[in-house]
Antibody
């Protein structure tokens, strides 16, 4: 059974950065992709980016290009999402999720999700 | 990339069937049979209900079914139950290693 456990809630100042972790257990970490999805208060889900650890490739939504970095540490089965130049509109719950692709291919859906990490951006 | 369009709300009585639409473009829903659906209760984590347009993961009730025609995908819930009251989101692969989610639909069981 795959489990994704995320780091705890964060409070950040505008202009700063946040780094959220997502530790996976069960399954083989490098065999699947990890995506990050966020949800602002009272709003819908928004895809931010996906990393395929075995390929060392990360792809990002155009909206976040230049502000987001997703990396994966295969030795600890942990993925990280860093978002910089934070503004109040970045206040949201950030989820990591598993995309059960194989090799360098996406699976094209998200079957396991982390518990979510609330990031609050406030001065 | 604009979000896929879903109705803000859909309601139905217990036992009825309801359908939630998810309208995209020829660049996403219309081109790829890679639409998935997620159920989310307030304050909870999204749950995969349908993938690849119409496939159900193990453990998901067969009351949930998916389909697609042109640029519009649909999720049908038959035999509506009180426990189906939740938010539902569609998601489509949009090419170039990107995904796009729908705007979300609140399902109310009357």
């Amino acid at each position: 059974q795959v489990q994704l456990v995320q780091s705890g809630a964060e409070v950040k100042k505008p202009g700063s950065s946040v780094k959220v972790s997502c530790k996976a257990s069960g399954g083989t970490f490098s065999r699947y992709s990890i995506s990050w999805v966020r949800q602002a208060p009272g709003q819908g889900l928004e895809w931010m980016g996906t990393i395929i650890p075995i390929c060392g490739v990360a792809n990002y939504a155009q909206k976040f290009q230049g502000r987001i970095t997703i990396i994966a540490d295969e030795s600890t089965s942990t993925a990280y999402m860093e978002l910089s130049s934070l503004r109040s509109e970045d206040t949201a719950v950030y989820y990591c999720s598993r995309d059960p692709g194989n090799g360098c291919n996406y699976g094209y859906y998200f079957d396991y999700w982390g518990q979510g990490t609330l990031v609050t951006v406030s001065s | 990339q604009s979000a896929l369009t879903q109705p803000a709300s859909v309601s139905g009585s217990p036992g009825q069937s309801i359908t939630i639409s998810c309208t995209g473009t020829s660049s996403d829903v219309g081109t790829y049979n890679l639409v998935s659906w997620y159920q989310q209760y307030p304050g909870k984590v999204p749950k995969l209900m349908i993938y690849e347009v119409s496939k159900r993961p193990s453990g998901v009730s067969n009351r949930f079914s998916g389909s697609k025609s042109g640029n519009t995908a649909s999720l049908t819930i038959s035999g509506l139950q009180a426990e189906d009251e939740a938010d539902y989101y569609c998601c489509s692969y949009a090419g170039s290693s990107r995904y796009v989610f729908g705007t979300g639909t609140k399902v109310t069981v009357l």
